[in-house]
């Protein structure tokens, strides 16, 4: 997971910056890993005393269209956000939202109970509750002595 | 080419980056101190179709009861408010985005019937149609003598 921290003075800078995805996303670009760290959809996490929990925006999939799978602490998060049905692009007088296919993998935080994972998509909103294992109690070796 | 019949302005105190720190209008103004909370202006599609123009906006996080749309002089204005809905003991370890409130206005042009304004919000997007103003026929005024 590409770790880029923002802080809350820099949010115009980031708002500009969101400008300039969108542009360049109309351009053909000929390295098209140049912004390798902007990554779709955006996530947040946040640690509970519980879970580790994921959020991420994602407005306009329907549940039928994400596709969320979990392997080896690697969680895929697939979908693809259609444009109206039969309207032609030149029918558009303002285009800004994303469009397309998309996929994510994100990196599980370690002591994570894989089996238990569990997803509410709520308002466009996606957020995934990754319980936490629980922490392994250190356990006792005997030590036996060989008679000398 | 004719006008656009809705042209999106930037809203009024909010510089054109589009993005500011503003109080909570309305409502909240009560004796208690206003929080700052973020304002984005949401990414929007607007396209032709054949009852008139439909608007799209990302607006995730926004629910019909927080989203508030106003057609008021020509000016049609969405205010989307978001409560992120986490639990007090939720600790940041990683952030890509930041949780705000959502605010665009646009301008409506006289082709637009501002009575029949429709509004749906699916998925945390917003859609708007803005039906055509039916074009009245011409009448003739009858003249009489005095």
Redesign the interface.
């Known amino acids: 997971m590409a770790v880029f921290r923002w802080r809350h003075s820099w949010g115009n800078l980031r708002d500009l910056e969101r400008e300039f995805d969108r542009l360049l996303e109309s351009i053909k670009m000929p390295f098209p890993g140049l912004r390798l760290e902007r990554q779709y959809p955006p996530v947040n996490v946040y640690e509970l005393d519980e879970e580790f929990l994921l959020v991420a925006e994602l407005p306009g999939i329907s549940p039928e269209n994400l596709d969320l799978t979990v392997a080896g602490g690697i969680l895929t998060l697939k979908g693809e956000r259609r444009g109206p049905e039969g309207i032609l692009d030149d029918r558009f007088r303002r285009h800004e939202r994303l469009r397309g296919k998309w996929q994510r993998q994100l990196t599980l935080p370690e002591r994570v109970d894989e089996e238990r994972l569990s997803a509410e998509f709520v308002n466009g909103v996606l957020k995934i509750h990754l319980p936490k294992l629980p922490t392994v109690k250190p356990r006792h070796i005997p030590v036996v002595g060989g008679e000398s | 080419m004719s006008e656009?019949e809705?042209t999106?302005v930037p809203p009024a105190p909010v510089?054109p980056?589009?993005?500011?720190?503003q109080p909570v209008p309305a409502q909240s103004q009560s004796t208690a101190p206003v929080p700052e909370r973020?304002v984005?202006?949401p990414?929007?599609?607007?396209?032709?179709?054949d009852e008139g123009?439909?608007l799209?906006a990302?607006?995730?996080?926004?629910?019909i009861e927080s989203l508030e749309i106003q057609v008021q002089d020509n000016r049609l204005t969405l205010f989307g408010r978001v409560n992120?809905a986490?639990?007090t003991?939720?600790?940041?370890?990683?952030?890509?985005?930041?949780w705000g409130d959502f605010l665009r206005s646009f301008i409506l042009s006289d082709e637009v019937d501002h009575d029949r304004i429709t509004a749906k919000?699916?998925?945390?997007?917003l859609e708007v149609v803005l039906p055509r103003a039916t074009k009245t026929a011409p009448r003739r005024i009858q003249v009489n003598k005095e």
Do not use: K
């Open positions: 656009p809705a999106p510089p980056t589009g993005m500011t720190t973020t984005f202006m990414p929007i599609d607007i396209y032709d179709s123009l439909v799209l990302d607006l995730p996080g926004v629910t992120p986490l639990p003991e939720a600790r940041l370890l990683h952030q890509e985005f930041e919000l699916n998925h945390g997007v």
